[in-house]
């Protein structure tokens, strides 16, 4: 796919996808959702891919929401539709990928922006970043998983409050009650998160993947999360990184994963 709304980059191992529309604070829109969910989907068969690093273009926002233009005359069936493609193709796509993904928060990371942070892996805000869920004042409540990843990472009160009053909260509110890890100066963001990559990208692939899966299980209410760690840790007995991993800790070297 020839991507117009975003730009991949794929730089020593780790996959730069930023939203480029700065015009609009990053906001989502068909083409911008369905050029990720190509990107994601890719990055997923790409052995060159380790990491993926999710920002926006600019330093004014993330993304600041959805695009209401396209959506504002919806029936209910539409409605329900866009949710339901926005969670399978992008939103659980990135929380179910087998690489790593970091989303590194410049500004803005409202509605849709926030819910798209909230389903990568790791946040990095820059402390000028606003975070927020202010769907109730359209009438709408978040419906590309906010709901849902907001409690889990801040628990039901905090999340009742904030999809209530919609208010905003700020990068340091949003570090202490853990919905991002690190907040840190806009010009500093990027560097932070390339020190979390390189940490990220000795470690094993196949192990990286494994975790993933068995810490996702323990919030999929189908799955049972201690049976799948067990499943996954198991799993790793079975790969070459596994015996490369062993080896070098035996022999106090550093181990080289291959992915296999």
Same mark, same amino acid.
């Given at each position: 796919?020839?991507?117009?709304?975003?730009?991949?980059?794929?730089?020593?191992?780790?996959?730069?996808?930023?939203?480029?529309?700065? &015009?609009? =604070?990053?906001? $989502?829109?068909?083409?911008? /959702?369905?050029?990720?969910?190509?990107?994601? +989907?890719?990055?997923? @068969?790409?052995?060159?891919?380790?990491?993926?690093?999710?920002?926006?273009?600019?330093?004014?926002?993330?993304?600041?929401?959805?695009?209401?233009?396209?959506?504002?005359?919806?029936?209910?069936?539409?409605?329900?539709?866009?949710?339901?493609?926005?969670?399978?193709?992008?939103?659980?796509?990135?929380?179910?990928?087998?690489?790593?993904?970091?989303?590194?928060?410049?500004?803005?990371?409202?509605?849709?922006?926030?819910?798209?942070?909230?389903?990568?892996?790791?946040?990095?805000?820059?402390?000028?970043a606003?975070?927020?869920?202010?769907?109730?004042t359209?009438?709408?409540?978040?419906?590309?998983?906010?709901? &849902?990843? =907001?409690?889990? $990472?801040?628990?039901?009160? /905090?999340?009742?409050?904030?999809?209530?009053? +919609?208010d905003m909260? @700020?990068?340091?509110?949003?570090?202490?009650?853990?919905?991002?890890?690190?907040?840190?100066?806009?010009?500093?963001?990027?560097?932070k998160?390339?020190?979390?990559?390189?940490?990220?990208?000795?470690?094993?692939?196949?192990?990286?993947?494994?975790?993933?899966?068995?810490?996702?299980?323990?919030?999929?209410?189908?799955?049972?999360?201690?049976?799948?760690?067990?499943?996954?840790?198991?799993k790793?007995?079975?790969?070459?990184?596994?015996?490369?991993?062993?080896?070098?800790?035996?022999?106090?070297?550093?181990?080289?994963f291959?992915?296999?």
């Open positions: 796919m020839n991507y117009q709304q975003i730009i991949a980059e794929l730089k020593e191992n780790v996959l730069y996808i930023t939203i480029n529309r700065p &015009q609009k =604070l990053n906001a $989502l829109n068909k083409e911008v /959702l369905s050029e990720l969910a190509d990107a994601i +989907a890719n990055a997923q @068969t790409n052995t060159e891919v380790s990491v993926i690093l999710l920002t926006g273009a600019g330093e004014k926002a993330f993304v600041a929401g959805a695009d209401i233009s396209e959506f504002q005359n919806y029936s209910l069936e539409e409605g329900r539709q866009l949710a339901h493609d926005g969670h399978s193709k992008v939103f659980n796509a990135i929380e179910q990928s087998s690489k790593p993904v970091i989303a590194a928060i410049n500004g803005f990371a409202l509605g849709g922006g926030l819910e798209l942070a909230m389903a990568c892996h790791i946040r990095i805000a820059s402390d000028n606003k975070l927020g869920l202010p769907e109730v359209l009438g709408l409540i978040p419906g590309y998983g906010g709901t &849902q990843r =907001l409690a889990q $990472l801040v628990g039901k009160g /905090l999340a009742f409050e904030m999809i209530f009053t +919609a909260i @700020t990068a340091q509110k949003a570090e202490q009650v853990g919905l991002v890890n690190y907040v840190v100066p806009q010009e500093q963001l990027l560097q998160a390339e020190e979390l990559i390189a940490k990220i990208k000795q470690r094993a692939p196949l192990a990286l993947a494994s975790a993933v899966r068995a810490v996702n299980a323990g919030f999929n209410p189908q799955l049972n999360g201690y049976q799948t760690e067990i499943e996954e840790f198991g790793c007995f079975d790969t070459a990184d596994f015996k490369e991993g062993s080896s070098a800790f035996l022999e106090k070297r550093k181990a080289i291959k992915g296999e």
